[in-house]
């Protein structure tokens, strides 16, 4: 008689939960698009200055994307197209999230922090572009500090702290977050590239 699942040792509960998760209908899609609707919800808080529950949103459903990635490795359930949404709704929700900050940094008057948001979003896009044009050409671009999960984590900080001590002043959590990410951005680029060119073997002035 199999004992019930409370009473299992936790290797044996993991193991149950696991087999239960992967006989399921959930599909890594839904996961998808679970995430993205957390973020879109969280990137509207954030418009309408409510920082704190959008950026606990939107880390919630940043979250999400990472976990549909891992559970479609771990099911088998996953698909090329399922790849393609995944890597599309990323790119996405991160802009989303970008696009709110600036609609907030515009309406206190603060010009400079709207536009570092834009070149943040750039910055987001570069790092996922030199990552996939390189595979593209048979070269693993992997390397750099400036990944999603580490992206996900400074703006959704800086979106919370902002709510909670606010960002009248130019120089707040928000501001700091977004500079981060445009800075940790364009080093993963410039990284990147340098490894991809190693990898290739090929002069710079050449590419």
Request: aromatic letters at 8%.
């Amino acid at each position: 008689m199999t004992a019930p699942s409370g009473q299992r040792p936790p290797g044996e509960r993991r193991e149950w939960a696991r087999n239960a998760l992967i006989e399921s209908r959930l599909t890594p899609n839904a996961i998808s698009l679970t995430g993205i609707a957390l973020v879109v919800i969280g990137a509207v808080f954030i418009w309408l200055d409510q920082l704190i529950i959008g950026g606990i949103a939107f880390a919630v459903g940043s979250i999400f994307d990472t976990l549909d990635g891992r559970y479609s490795r771990m099911s088998g359930k996953g698909t090329d197209f399922g790849a393609f949404l995944d890597s599309t709704l990323d790119r996405l929700g991160e802009g989303l999230a970008l696009f709110a900050a600036a609609y907030v940094f515009a309406a206190d008057g603060q010009s400079v922090n709207a536009a570092l948001c834009t070149f943040a979003v750039l910055a987001s896009v570069m790092v996922s572009y030199t990552r996939a044009r390189a595979e593209a050409l048979g070269a693993d671009a992997k390397v750099g500090f400036g990944s999603r999960p580490t992206r996900v984590v400074i703006l959704s900080t800086g979106i919370i702290l902002a709510g909670l001590i606010g960002h009248d002043d130019p120089v707040n959590a928000l501001s700091i977050s977004v500079w981060i990410l445009g800075a940790i951005g364009t080093v993963t680029t410039i990284q990147r590239i340098a490894h991809v060119r190693r990898v290739l073997n090929e002069p710079l002035g050449e590419v």
